[in-house]
């Protein structure tokens, strides 16, 4: 068996450890550690800074609550009943003393909104009533609203007990006029606008033919009336 000499003597032998090599390991070393050091020192530095910070902050908060516990201390019963009783009135009794004015265009929409109701009502009463002279100064006062009228005239006109009598006694004698009351500037251009207004809102109220009972003297003016604006027409129109 081979012994350990024989075995190293086969192997290269190592170089011997320089000893300033050594040197520079220790001296490394060392300088980690100062280095090490001094960031535990400035750590430690920042810690107890931070640390008196806390202290302060947590003793002005007592000294603060006691001064505050002190001062509530000697305040007077009645000054505490007077807050007490402030705090515990009810609100019923508030008033606002500075009410919001509401929006000018909501009032507005509000008048305009009662206005067209007592209009409507005043409408609704006239056929009701069969004052066929109302209800002609009703539509001639608002012929600038035909829109309107056609809406509201034909629904009213249902309600009333006899609407061909009203109708017809509503517009009157137009078609007897003269040929003056057709020139241009004839002050009767409105009254016989009225009379075919009228009777365009008969026949959209769906009353023609529908009603019960129509008198024989009223269907023998009609027809008469009608053979005489059917004669007028046509001398006009020679």
Same mark, same amino acid.
């Given at each position: 068996?081979?012994?350990?000499?024989?075995?190293?003597?086969?192997?290269?032998?190592?170089?011997p450890?320089?000893?300033n090599?050594?040197?520079?390991?220790l001296?490394?070393?060392?300088?980690?550690?100062?280095?090490?050091?001094?960031?535990?020192?400035t750590?430690?530095?920042?810690?107890?800074?931070?640390?008196?910070?806390?202290?302060?902050?947590?003793?002005?908060?007592?000294?603060?609550?006691?001064?505050?516990?002190?001062?509530?201390?000697?305040?007077?019963p009645?000054?505490?009943?007077?807050?007490?009783?402030i705090?515990?009135?009810p609100?019923?009794?508030?008033?606002?003393?500075?009410p *919001?004015p #509401?929006? $000018?265009? +909501? !009032?507005? =929409? *509000?008048? #305009?909104? $009662?206005? +067209? !109701?007592? =209009?409507?009502?005043?409408?609704?009463?006239?056929?009701?009533?069969?004052n066929?002279?109302?209800?002609?100064?009703?539509?001639?006062?608002?012929?600038?609203?035909t829109a309107?009228?056609?809406?509201q005239?034909?629904?009213?006109?249902?309600?009333?007990?006899?609407?061909?009598?009203?109708?017809?006694?509503?517009?009157?004698?137009?078609?007897?006029?003269?040929?003056?009351?057709?020139?241009?500037?004839?002050?009767?251009?409105?009254?016989?606008?009225?009379?075919?207004?009228?009777?365009?809102?008969?026949?959209?109220?769906?009353c023609?033919?529908?009603?019960?009972e129509?008198?024989?003297?009223?269907?023998?003016?009609?027809?008469?009336?009608?053979v005489?604006?059917?004669?007028?027409m046509?001398?006009?129109?020679?």
């Amino acid at each position: 068996m081979a012994t350990t000499e024989s075995l190293t003597n086969g192997l290269p032998s190592l170089p011997p450890e320089n000893e300033n090599d050594a040197g520079d390991k220790l001296a490394n070393s060392v300088n980690q550690l100062n280095n090490l050091s001094i960031a535990i020192q400035t750590f430690k530095s920042r810690y107890d800074e931070l640390q008196r910070h806390f202290n302060f902050i947590k003793q002005a908060i007592d000294a603060r609550t006691k001064e505050l516990q002190s001062s509530g201390s000697d305040a007077s019963p009645n000054a505490k009943e007077t807050t007490e009783a402030i705090v515990s009135q009810p609100e019923t009794g508030k008033t606002d003393s500075n009410p *919001k004015p #509401k929006p $000018k265009a +909501e !009032e507005e =929409e *509000k008048e #305009k909104v $009662k206005e +067209e !109701e007592k =209009e409507e009502d005043e409408l609704l009463s006239l056929c009701k009533t069969m004052n066929s002279r109302g209800l002609r100064k009703y539509v001639l006062s608002r012929l600038s609203e035909t829109a309107s009228l056609r809406e509201q005239v034909p629904v009213a006109l249902k309600s009333s007990p006899k609407p061909s009598k009203l109708v017809f006694e509503c517009i009157g004698r137009f078609f007897l006029q003269g040929s003056k009351a057709y020139t241009k500037d004839s002050p009767m251009i409105p009254a016989r606008q009225v009379s075919v207004l009228v009777l365009e809102y008969y026949l959209l109220s769906g009353c023609v033919g529908n009603e019960e009972e129509v008198e024989a003297s009223l269907k023998k003016e009609a027809d008469s009336a009608a053979v005489a604006w059917f004669s007028g027409m046509r001398i006009y129109a020679a």
